[in-house]
């Protein structure tokens, strides 16, 4: 996934009413600009570090531009932007890097699925019957750790696309947790229990009942982003 054009680099003053940002850019100008992330952001933000930004020329936009990337204290690049995870998976998807999941026949996004009302954000279909796809995107590290977690808040969301994918297993039907890893620098992956325990709970109950769970890690820079390896994933 190229950035085109390539981002532009400012440091972060502030985040506030979990949309906004407000940042510096190399060249001195102010500009509040779009935080595309419902998070807490752990690890991704202190005040004055580096961020970078896509700059819309759009003039019906009411801000003018959306955080993709920032730099964490551990020196690490980590794409803020969620809504790039899916884009990624489905690239990779396409592109025949997740192995475990190569060739299906026809790809679609955001299925309706489940009994909880819940949108799978994938389904890929096989000679062999369907699979059904979730994406998370993790951004939380720890300092000199390659070991990174999810969530970085409290997710009841999250719970309810396990609980869905268990029942989709226990039916007989392929249901995948997919983790993007969008931070650099990261081997492995495992829930933050400490932070969600109902989550971690969630997703030991899921493998149990048959879900596979997968993590792929992220190449970053300013100019792209693409998925590359597979990582570990520790429960």
Not at 31 to 42: A, K, R, V
Not at 111 to 122: L, P
Not at 174 to 185: I, M, T
Request: hydrophobic share 40%; glycine share 8%.
């Amino acid at each position: 996934m190229q950035f085109d054009p390539p981002l532009e680099e400012g440091r972060l003053l502030r985040r506030y009413k979990r949309f906004l940002a407000d940042i510096e850019t190399l060249q001195g100008e102010r500009l509040t600009i779009h935080c595309p992330n419902t998070g807490s952001m752990l690890n991704c933000l202190s005040e004055g570090c580096r961020v970078w930004f896509s700059r819309s020329s759009d003039p019906k936009r009411k801000l003018p531009g959306t955080w993709e990337l920032s730099e964490t204290p551990q020196r690490r690049l980590a794409c803020v932007n969620t809504a790039r995870a899916n884009a990624l998976v489905e690239e990779a998807l396409r592109g025949g890097l997740i192995a475990e999941l190569a060739g299906f026949t026809a790809l679609k996004r955001e299925v309706a699925y489940g009994v909880e009302n819940s949108r799978a954000d994938f389904r890929l279909d096989y000679p062999g019957g369907p699979a059904f796809v979730e994406v998370k995107s993790v951004t939380l590290g720890f300092d000199g750790s390659p070991l990174a977690a999810f969530p970085d808040a409290v997710t009841s969301r999250g719970s309810k696309h396990l609980r869905e994918l268990a029942a989709l297993a226990q039916q007989g039907v392929r249901a995948v947790q997919l983790y993007c890893v969008n931070l650099s620098g990261i081997d492995a992956v495992r829930p933050a229990a400490e932070i969600d325990p109902a989550y971690a709970a969630a997703l030991l109950q899921a493998k149990e009942a048959g879900v596979e769970v997968l993590a792929y890690g992220a190449e970053l820079s300013p100019q792209a982003i693409r998925l590359v390896r597979r990582l570990e994933v520790c429960l």
